[in-house]
């Protein structure tokens, strides 16, 4: 994922290198960044069934460093089974969201809980129930796949980890692999094994960033087929960030932008692109990116107070 931390985020850039181990739900905010308007996509739906727990919700998040607002009031709420995707160009906030609704970052204002535990005290026990995977994280060299799972299989606990690895195994199509050392695995069957890893313990939330990147069309399809199995079978709630506005598309039912750091849209693909009046999500995420680039223009050539 690229840097979405420079600069005035060094605190969250630090903090991201140390990951913890349905219908939307979520309004979108109706406040808008500073400067030109942005088109905002109405919220997708009016809330969770009846007696349907949501997995996720944070409300009203803050947070500032160094005299920036890097988060402003972001709130959100998933479901059981929802595949959600958190976006936004470079410095939209995204990074220091995502550290907060795992407890890696503690908010200056509002709340995270997490199957019901409120973050940091219950941060133990929420994320016995989460999963993180990400592309840029390693894999031991010499150990077969099957051993690193195996090994990870027993840290969580598992009745029986060889099981649990057989199922993970087979539901990304990645079997073949189990006898292959750590050193022989491609880029993408590396991010193969890191979500298998991710979802050995049968996690109630998974969270993956940038899950298919660098990945050639094969292993993404692989990817997005293994995710959505997960997802409908044991209605396991995604929470997805991503450059690949095509491959969001494919794979997730909701999408959140963020801008300045604040929710911007919130619903379907579809949804958002039609509000935004874009013919698809990249359309909406250059709209975006653009806005932020100019008004960093204006911003470094506006006059210094007591010039």
Known sequence: MPDCTAGTDRPARE???????????????TRRPAGPDIPLAPASGTGHGSGVEPVLVATALHKRYKGTQAVDGVSLTIGPGERTALLGPNGAGKTTTLLMLLGA???????????????PKGR???MSGVGFAAGYLPLPDRLRVREVLTTFGRLYGLDDPDEAVDAGLERFGIDHL??????????????????????LHRPRLLVLDEPTASLDPEIA???????????????????????????????CTRVVFLAAGRIVADGSPREVAAA??????TGYFLHLATE???????????PVAGR
């Open 105 to 119: 970052v503690e908010p200056d204002a509002g709340t995270v809980e997490i199957l019901g535990h409120r973050l």
């Open 221 to 251: 399809h692989r990817v997005r087929t293994g995710l959505q199995r997960l997802c409908d079978e044991d209605a396991t709630a995604l929470l997805v960030t991503s450059h690949d506005m095509d491959e969001v598309e494919r794979l």
């Open 292 to 302: 932020r680039d100019r008004l960093a223009e204006l911003a470094r050539d506006a």
């Open 276 to 281: 935004a009046g874009t013919d698809d999500l």
């Open 178 to 199: 189990a006898d292959r050392m750590g050193s022989q695995l491609s880029s993408g069957q590396r991010t193969l094994v890191g979500i298998v890893k991710a979802v």
């Open 124 to 126: 133990s026990r929420a």
């Open 15 to 29: 903090a991201y290198n140390r990951p913890p181990g349905t219908a939307p739900t979520a309004r979108a905010s």
